[in-house]
């Protein structure tokens, strides 16, 4: 069974930093493109950043550059997200989510239960 | 970047309605959208990309079509279990975008 575990939420004040993990299990972590996508209170799905199953290429939504890195291990079969700078605007849950390819069309198939991250003083 | 655009933003159907959310993108995407489908305080939950690329287990009341700049979902005959909010996303170039969601209510 295919399941990925969030952890690492918490309370941060702004400018802090924090690190996601996302643990993988239930299928081949190395061969899967990974991405995380936060949705803060309320509100709707925002696409945060994406990995290559061999680490590189990566890709961020504009609103985290610079600010955020994903990294992954896929010796322990983990997905990280490192949180700089943090802003209020930051404030969601986070949610780590597997890309896969079938049929000539990509989806997140399978996803996190999420962490939240609350950016507040 | 590509801007996705739902229509409605909700709605409130009937047990057995067919109903439709269209998805609108900002320029033209090549390949199909993929939609969700998120209940309150859950994860989403891919269901469909297009009318061949239904995933398992999803009943086959769903379904999706579209090319270009507009896509749709729909639902033949609405069930008492597709109450939630649906979201369309496409994966054409990054960033990556989704839209900014449909909910779905039963009357």
């Known amino acids: 069974e295919v399941q990925l575990v969030e952890s690492g939420g918490g309370l941060v004040q702004p400018g802090g930093s924090l690190r996601l993990s996302c643990a993988a299990s239930?299928?081949?972590?190395?061969?899967?493109?990974m991405n995380w996508v936060r949705q803060a209170p309320g509100k709707g799905l925002e696409w945060v950043t994406y990995?290559?199953?061999?680490?590189?290429?990566?890709?961020?939504a504009d609103s985290v550059k610079g600010r955020f890195t994903i990294s992954r291990d896929n010796a322990k079969n983990s997905l990280y997200l490192q949180m700089n700078s943090l802003r209020a605007e930051d404030t969601a849950v986070y949610y780590c989510?597997?890309?896969?390819f079938g049929l000539g069309s990509y989806k997140f198939d399978y996803w996190g239960q999420g962490t939240l991250v609350t950016v507040s003083s | 970047a590509i801007q996705l655009t739902q229509s409605p933003s909700s709605l409130s159907a009937s047990v057995g309605d067919r109903i439709t959310i269209t998805c609108r993108a900002s320029?033209?995407?090549?390949?199909?959208l993929a939609w969700y489908q998120q209940k309150p305080g859950k994860a989403p939950k891919f269901l469909i990309n297009?009318?061949?690329s239904l995933e398992s287990g999803v009943p086959s009341r769903f379904s999706g079509s579209g090319s270009g700049t507009d896509f749709t979902l729909t639902i033949s005959s609405l069930q008492p279990e597709d109450f939630g909010t649906y979201y369309c996303?496409?994966?054409?170039?990054?960033?990556?975008?989704f839209g900014g969601g449909t909910k779905v209510e039963i009357k």
């Open positions: 989510s597997r890309e896969a």
């Open positions: 996303q496409h994966f054409n170039s990054y960033p990556l975008t």
């Open positions: 297009d009318a061949s």
């Open positions: 990995v290559s199953s061999t680490g590189s290429p990566i890709y961020y």
């Open positions: 320029q033209g995407i090549s390949s199909p």
């Open positions: 239930g299928f081949t972590f190395s061969s899967y493109s």
